[in-house]
């Protein structure tokens, strides 16, 4: 992710994932939009030579809540969990100039942070980012067909709603009815609203905490989220979406007394499967908790066989998981939480618009190609479950790992 000239002639890729806000802090913008940051123009000089370490710099926004560490993001190598941050003024590398960010008139760039999470019973799928949560509560679950009155089934999933609504500081709850595309406006948009309106109505009356207004409406089916080309795009356009803002964040931990990277050959757990006739085994290290709900998963995949072969499987997410697959990255990972049976994806980033989707992983273009008997490290920030002391995790059509400890 480049800001000013997108090259591969500055240092613009490194940034810190600020958990408390929810947002990804890349390199800031210089007048000219430029890069804050190390710019190489030296075309003639590689950037790293054999056994030579270079040194590089980027002027990246603060992290918010007064933040006494951060985790440093590169799209090459897994984040630096933990990093202090000095209050020294920064060491220019050699030949380097760093600008003073109180004359350079620059610009902070930082982007939205997307956290993906659902249910394992496929009742209620849960986005949160820097500003929002968006709860899709399925209407296959809540309603009978054709119908705006509750079913049965829908009590619990309307109770764990609220008990989400309770947990946050929000005023003011949205709640938005959906239809796919089968059936005519006639019936799908009326048809939402009224399922929008009942679902309201529960909810006042489950919600606990005082002060907060409820809006209801309908959008037939104009507001799809996926294709309603097949069965399980439709099922999942079939929705309630409950709506409110961001809870309030903790402040962020204490740093420890040295920078933590990820460190390989943990005990997690590993599993073997065959890909085109060939052996594979994942091993899968303790997660990595960064806060605020985002951890970080690093894995390495082997290929034991005798000969090449691909492991596309692992930027291949399937539709029916949350989150979102095809953005060219290791998303086809998820950890499983068992005791809220939940089911939590990669984190991904984008910007305010829909535009500039990205996978907070590994890049597979270069990864998803395995030599015979080669080993490959991954690595994904993902969507973690509360209070978490282990997990299972899946990773792409590999056998499930179960007990995976979270740190």
């Known amino acids: 992710m480049a800001s000013g000239r997108d090259k591969d002639d500055m240092a613009s890729g490194l940034g810190i994932i600020d958990a408390a806000a929810g947002r990804l802090l890349m390199p800031s913008t210089t007048p000219d939009g430029g890069c804050a940051c190390t710019v190489e123009d030296d075309f ?37 969990v933990n990093v202090p941050i000095s209050d020294e003024p920064p060491q220019p ?175 997690g757990g590993s599993s073997s499967t065959n890909v085109k006739g060939q052996p594979f085994t994942v091993e899968v290290d303790p997660i990595r908790v960064i806060g605020e709900g985002i951890g970080l998963m690093v894995f390495r995949t082997t290929n034991n066989g005798i000969k090449e072969t691909w492991l596309h499987d692992l930027s291949d997410r399937p539709t029916a998981l949350p989150g979102r697959g095809g953005i060219g990255g290791a998303t086809n990972v998820d950890v499983v939480d068992p005791r809220g049976k939940t089911l939590h994806g990669a984190a991904v980033v984008y910007g305010r618009q829909g535009s500039r989707l990205y996978c907070l992983c590994t890049p597979t273009k270069y990864k998803s190609d395995h030599l015979a008997q080669e080993t490959k490290e991954h690595w994904a920030v993902i969507s973690l479950p509360r209070d978490p002391s282990s997990v299972r995790v899946r990773v792409a059509e590999f056998p499930p790992l179960a007990d995976v400890p979270v740190i």
């Open 44 to 80: 003639e000089r590689p950037w790293l030579e054999p056994g030579k370490p270079r040194t590089f710099f980027a002027l990246v926004p603060a992290p918010s809540g007064g933040a006494t560490s951060a985790t440093v993001y590169t799209p090459f190598a897994p984040p630096f």
């Open 93 to 267: 590398p050699p030949n380097q100039q760093i600008p003073d960010p109180a004359t350079a008139q620059l610009t902070p760039l930082s982007y939205p942070v997307e956290l993906p999470s659902a249910s394992l019973d496929n009742s209620m799928e849960t986005t949160t980012d820097d500003r929002r949560v968006r709860i899709n509560l399925s209407s296959d679950v809540l309603f009978k067909v054709n119908k705006a009155d509750l079913s049965a089934g829908a009590r619990h999933v309307l109770e764990r709603t609220a008990g989400q609504i309770d947990e946050s500081d929000a005023a003011e709850v949205a709640i938005d009815g959906h239809a796919d595309s089968t059936g005519t406006d006639a019936i799908n948009q009326p048809l939402s609203e009224r399922r929008a309106d009942t679902v309201r109505k529960d909810l006042a009356s489950l919600v606990t905490r005082e002060g907060v207004t409820f809006r209801a409406r309908g959008h037939g089916s104009a507001q799809p989220l996926y294709s309603n080309a097949d069965a399980d795009g439709r099922r999942k356009n079939r929705r309630v979406t409950v709506s409110f803002d961001r809870p309030g964040t903790l402040p962020a931990p204490s740093p420890s007394s040295t920078p933590s990277p990820v460190e390989s050959g943990r005990p």
